[in-house]
């Protein structure tokens, strides 16, 4: 943490540019790939008259994430811990709304999105933001005499909206390992840490056990040549396009899976896209990529001039890289699948606003953080 020998070092004055411009090449990255796993479905949405719908789209997502990046730039971070408890309510009562039936969109078997005139959007993926906002001004001003009980009955009553309304076990993982890095930087002990996992292991394990078809996914995830259709065919679609891109890949454009064998093949899982036709070697930058944000973002958080600063920087740069973390260590067969997109490079204007209005976040504490 930040001690009284920080008066006197200087404050840094300008944003990390690191850190900003991996976030523009992955952007741009993923607007290519995006058009790459997605013209031929909309080729044949449109009969061939707009094969460029699914990345038009996400630009125009991005330029509204541009816009809110440039907003939580510029606005102080200190700003949001006065309104954290008035974020966390509205992220409620929208997460309350959406799974009230025939208000909230239905796709895939579950109510995930509103409708707002012309605006459509997936309240879970700003939930992510809000949370960790929430919980880093509740932990600021007691450093060392934080305690787990909190963010046990906040994730409790999150989750009875996107686990039991919703069916979205893949944000709730996102939003409780977030919510234990905030407790943790803010002097959480070690001891609580493990009551909380252990509270949240029988809860995920309950939640699993609950449903054949969650059950049968688990099983597969231990053992995927054991079923190829069904449960197991995404997965097995997923490695197959992996395993198929070698080192050098297929050629850009060249991917077979996205001819629809392969779900999901611009949103979900379009770093076995990225696999497939770039290859091990040049996918393997997109990793690279994010273990340098993972860098500067410890840095942001251990140069962040108060403890609310640190823990919310500490708090988005977790929620990217672990969200990033379990969506490739799905698609690759290390995590089980659980449906949560990969940042600034999937399909998705609700995921790619919400991470860019977080980035703009980051590097408003970057610009206020001390310089080394």
Request: charged share 10%.
């Amino acid at each position: 943490m930040n001690t009284s020998l920080d008066k006197f070092r200087r404050y840094s004055k300008r944003p990390d540019y690191v850190f900003l411009l991996v976030v523009v090449a992955l952007v741009l990255f993923g607007l290519l790939m995006i058009y790459s796993a997605s013209s031929l479905v909309a080729f044949q949405w449109f009969d061939g008259d707009n094969n460029y719908y699914f990345v038009g789209r996400q630009a125009l997502s991005l330029m509204v994430g541009v816009i809110a990046m440039a907003i939580t730039m510029a606005t102080d971070y200190r700003v949001w811990q006065k309104y954290s408890l008035w974020m966390l309510l509205a992220t409620i009562i929208l997460l309350l709304i959406v799974s009230i039936p025939g208000i909230g969109e239905e796709s895939k078997g579950a109510s995930r999105w509103l409708d707002i005139g012309p605006i459509r959007f997936q309240p879970s993926e700003f939930a992510k933001l809000t949370l960790i906002i929430y919980f880093s001004s509740l932990f600021a001003g007691r450093s060392g005499k934080v305690n787990i009980l909190p963010v046990i009955g906040v994730l409790a009553i999150i989750s009875l909206f996107l686990i039991g309304l919703q069916s979205d076990l893949g944000t709730l993982v996102i939003m409780t390992g977030t919510a234990v890095a905030t407790f943790f930087v803010a002097g959480g002990s070690y001891t609580q840490i493990l009551f909380g996992g252990g509270v949240a292991l029988a809860a995920f394990a309950a939640f699993i056990r609950s449903s054949q078809y969650r059950w049968e996914r688990f099983l597969i995830f231990l053992n995927p040549s054991a079923e190829s259709l069904d449960s197991g065919y995404h997965i097995n679609q997923s490695l197959l396009a992996i395993g198929s891109g070698g080192l050098w890949g297929l050629g850009l454009g060249k991917s077979v899976q996205k001819y629809f064998y392969l779900p999901e093949p611009y949103t979900d899982s379009i770093f076995a896209i990225i696999a497939e036709e770039l290859g091990f070697l040049r996918a393997s930058l997109v990793i690279i990529a994010f273990i340098i944000l993972a860098w500067r973002g410890i840095r942001i958080a251990r140069n962040a001039p108060d403890n609310f600063g640190t823990i919310l920087a500490a708090g988005i740069i977790t929620w990217i890289i672990l969200q990033a973390f379990v969506n490739i260590g799905a698609l690759s067969g290390v995590l089980p699948l659980t449906g949560v997109p990969l940042p600034f490079i999937s399909s998705g204007g609700s995921s790619l606003i919400a991470t860019m209005a977080a980035v703009g976040i980051l590097l408003n504490i970057s610009k206020n953080g001390y310089e080394k």
